[in-house]
């Protein structure tokens, strides 16, 4: 089963502007759920895979 966490750091490695679009959308849907994102589990997996710093810059566009 894919995860929420899986499917952000997937597309956020792909880096299109589609998958950056969802990732964007999945941050805020599960902001307005209320739901929580295991953000150490997608950020060790962002690193491993050198793309920590686009998700950084993902997170900035999903803020509040």
Do not use: F
Not at 11 to 28: L, S
Not at 40 to 57: G, H, I, M, S, T
């Amino acid at each position: 089963m894919v995860t929420r966490e899986d499917l952000i750091v997937y597309k956020t490695i792909a880096g299109r502007p589609r998958h950056i679009a969802d990732v964007v959308a999945v941050i805020e849907a599960a902001r307005a759920a209320d739901e929580a994102i295991d953000w150490n589990y997608v950020e060790r997996w962002c690193e491993q895979w050198n793309v920590a710093d686009r998700l950084a810059e993902l997170r900035r566009l999903a803020s509040p």
